[in-house]
């Protein structure tokens, strides 16, 4: 494959993080992102370097371009946490070098050099061989969605309590958590802004739903709280929200942070539940999952492939963007509900 | 031993918590107690009936009988957290009938029913037969500082970086730890509230002593964890100062929370840090300790009675007052600086 000395690419504008926070969602792509052209990077030993076929847009993408996610920005580098494409170099590392070649999802989390660009780098660790019944949509957007919802899930299923939490339910990721723990008999306790997205959760297989804006939300979690006993709290969250619900959680409660959409202050309300309740505050990241359980990550990978090859699982999607029409035709996309949105090199 | 059916107890007056916490001072008993009567109780399978020969009042003995320590006060229940007297009686279960006429240290944490009484009620599991050669005062103050200060260093030892963090560094608890830590080759960052404290506790074996109240006191603490990278931050206070110094540990920290002095809210100031930097926030009690590393138990409690046998360790003692007398005495008694003060019944 011949390699061209330069390429396109969205590249950051913004250096670290931001001072002045704003929402979740994305008003426009000029104060953080510019289409320019930049050289094709040279991947480390432990790095391949992938020839982007398409890369999808998730919420931690908008969230980090603005500089407000966990991990700072470089100017001038593409942004864009995962993709599928083929591996066009690799490092010199034996599992780099054996990815040769191959079709494969990837994340750029660890990497830190992005997906919207006609290529881009990955730690080899961070990419996965695909199956040839995975289509490229599937394959865009599997590792920041449906893995992480199989490892969330499979802490939940190691802790044993049927029930547990989850904050911002109507999200894609939330929606895959209820579905499977519907096939597995778990209770899935969820919290939503809307009253329209209460029936749809049900029927994926949330156990309670909840509208964290409901006069009465208050005393309705008390009270499914206390009959359904949750130990796990998978928030997206953080905030006023987050810490009521852990508040109200009993004994040996452990609140897993993933995200932070709410900008506003965290609280431990009673610092003595950790003390007497043994309850715990812990953070989820899945490639520091998929680095502390190896032996988990194999078979979570296997069960996703599987889901999209035999289209349990699918990918809704709302547009497939040229990365040439980006700038310009993004946000209007991301506004649209219930779908994903692709840039394609 | 013909036990009376009645007798003389310092009486909790207040139910539950407190609905406006002060601070850490005791002013005056009355609020909070009374000399009264009441049956003598009767332990339960698992439990133990102790005649008292002396108690110990913790800081947490305080807190508790204003009602802001974690656990909800009873009404007409005697307090006291810990003690020392001998087996009068015992309930069924093995373990606790075998502590028959011996001599134990105590606490009261699990049974709820206080030491500061001619006859208090403790689970067997926290009783510690004692070595004839570890004195009255020495046993009476041995669970709640000794034994905890060696299990927490043993968690600081497990965790395996040198350097750890300890609030309320002039406690008896935290030079408690600081000797240990020394013997070992460890060394503890601490924060003092005055300046006169630093001398002893550089002493005592602190490799660094930062007064809170310096003007420098966030360059001195970013500084100090910079060069030496603690990972273990043992907490007595949470609140603002608890938030800055968890917030300015590196990767992979655990702020362990055993106290709560400060009544200011206690925020998590970046959550990001708990999902990309594999923060954990946790809490320790003894208790729950002793029942989650019963491999450790044994060992840390014959630590301790060899230490306060061979006199490397010996509990500096303020007073003992009498319990008729405690109600107008303990409050002076317990403001004088560097000593214990116990309740002889």
Redesign the interface.
């Known amino acids: 494959m011949t390699i061209p000395s330069e390429m396109k690419a969205l590249l950051l504008t913004g250096d670290g993080y931001t001072r002045t926070p704003s929402g979740s969602a994305l008003e426009a792509m000029e104060p953080y992102l510019e289409r320019g052209t930049v050289a094709v990077p040279t991947p480390g030993p432990s790095q391949v370097l992938i020839k982007v076929s398409l890369a999808s847009i998730n919420p931690s993408d908008v969230a980090f371009i603005k500089g407000q996610?966990?991990?700072p920005r470089v100017k001038g580098r593409p942004a864009g946490f995962e993709g599928v494409g083929t591996v066009a170099a690799t490092g010199d590392e034996p599992y780099a070098a054996s990815l040769a070649g191959k079709r494969i999802a990837f994340a750029t989390g660890l990497s830190n050099w992005g997906a919207w660009a006609d290529y881009s780098i990955a730690e080899a660790a961070a990419c996965i061989p695909l199956l040839d019944t995975v289509k490229d949509e599937d394959g865009a957007a599997m590792i920041v969605n449906p893995i992480t919802a199989i490892a969330m899930f499979d802490i939940v299923k190691q802790e044993g309590e049927k029930a547990f939490i989850m904050t911002a339910g109507a999200s894609q990721l939330c929606k895959l958590i209820a579905g499977l723990a519907r096939e597995e008999g778990f209770r899935p306790i969820v919290t939503v802004r809307r009253d329209e997205q209460i029936p749809l959760l049900k029927e994926i297989g949330a156990a309670h739903v909840l509208n964290e804006k409901a006069p009465d939300f208050q005393a309705t979690l008390r009270e499914v709280i206390k009959a359904e006993q949750p130990r796990i709290f998978l928030d997206a969250v953080?905030g006023p929200l987050a810490s009521t619900i852990f508040n109200a959680m009993p004994k040996r409660a452990r609140w897993i942070?993933?995200?932070?959409l709410d900008a506003e202050?965290?609280?431990?309300r009673?610092?003595?539940?950790?003390?007497?309740?043994?309850?715990?505050?812990?953070?989820?990241?899945l490639s520091?999952w998929m680095r502390q359980f190896r032996d988990r990550r194999g078979p979570a990978i296997l069960e996703a492939q599987k889901r999209f090859s035999d289209r349990r699982w699918s990918t809704d999607v709302t547009a497939v963007v040229p990365l040439d029409e980006a700038m310009a035709k993004v946000p209007a996309e991301l506004a649209k509900p219930n779908g994903k949105v692709f840039i394609k090199p």
């Open positions: 996610y966990g991990q953080t942070i993933y995200g932070k202050a965290t609280v431990i009673e610092p003595g539940q950790l003390i007497f309740q043994h309850k715990h505050i812990e953070g989820f990241w520091e």
